[in-house]
C-alpha cells in the first residue's frame, strides 16, 4: 500500500535539499520528491504566466542544486534538448505534463548533424514526479492542448548548468544554446523564450 504524498512549501523543500549531503545526495532527493508533493500557493512569487510561451523562474541557486518553476500554458513545449550529464529531478504542482525522450543517432559534431528517435514517454502529475533517465538524457517537455488547463512544475538541477544542446528533428540539426530566466526570486528579468530551432 503506498504512503500519501506530504504537501511540503517550496521553502521548505529547499532547506531539505540544502541539508542532503554530497555522498547520498542523488538517492536523498530521488526519495524527497517521491514522498511529497509541492504546495501551489507556495510557488506564487515565482509564477509568471506568458500567453504564448513557457517561463523558467529561478527560485533557488548555489554551487550543487538549482531549483525552477516552470509555468506552462496549454499547448506549450519546450526544445529537445539535454542537460549536460547533469541529473534532475521534476514535479507538477498543477496540472500535468508528457515527457518524451530520445536516442541520439549518427551524430556528427563537426557538422553539428543527427537524427532523433522517439522512445518512451511519461505523464507527470502531482502523484507521479520523474528523474531523468541518464541512460536516456535528451527530452521533451510537453503541455498538450488535451490536458485542458495551465501547468506548473519544479525542476531540480545538479550540478546547475548554463547552457545545453536543443535538437531540431526537422532540420536533423542540434545546436548549443545559453539557457536564461523570465524571473530570479521573483522578479522579472528576462525577455520571452524563443524558439532556438526556428534560426537553425
Not at 504542482?93 to 556528427?108: F, I, P, S, T, W
Not at 563537426?110 to 528523474?131: F, K
Not at 521533451?140 to 545545453?164: D, K, W
Amino acid at each position: 500500500m503506498e504512503m500519501p504524498l506530504t504537501t511540503i512549501p517550496i521553502q521548505d523543500l529547499i532547506a531539505e535539499l540544502k541539508s542532503f549531503s554530497s555522498e547520498t545526495f542523488a538517492d536523498d532527493v530521488t526519495k524527497l520528491v517521491k514522498g511529497h508533493e509541492i504546495d501551489r500557493e507556495s510557488l506564487d512569487p515565482y509564477c509568471h504566466f506568458l500567453d504564448n510561451g513557457y517561463t523558467r523562474n529561478l527560485i533557488h541557486k548555489d554551487e550543487r542544486v538549482e531549483v525552477l518553476a516552470l509555468c506552462w500554458q496549454p499547448g506549450n513545449v519546450s526544445s529537445i534538448h539535454n542537460h549536460r550529464d547533469q541529473q534532475c529531478w521534476m514535479l507538477v504542482a498543477e496540472g500535468k505534463l508528457e515527457n518524451q525522450n530520445y536516442l541520439v543517432h549518427d551524430r556528427d559534431e563537426a557538422r553539428g548533424t543527427c537524427r532523433l528517435e522517439e522512445t518512451s514517454s511519461l505523464l507527470i502529475t502531482p502523484e507521479n514526479p520523474m528523474a531523468v533517465d541518464p541512460e536516456e538524457p535528451v527530452h521533451q517537455v510537453r503541455n498538450l492542448r488535451e490536458f485542458g488547463g495551465p501547468a506548473v512544475s519544479v525542476h531540480i538541477y545538479s550540478n546547475p548548468f548554463s547552457t545545453c544542446e536543443v535538437y531540431c528533428p526537422d532540420k536533423g540539426i542540434y545546436r548549443d544554446i545559453e539557457l536564461s530566466y523570465w524571473s530570479k526570486f521573483g522578479v522579472r528579468v528576462g525577455a520571452q523564450q524563443i524558439d532556438p530551432c526556428a534560426d537553425a
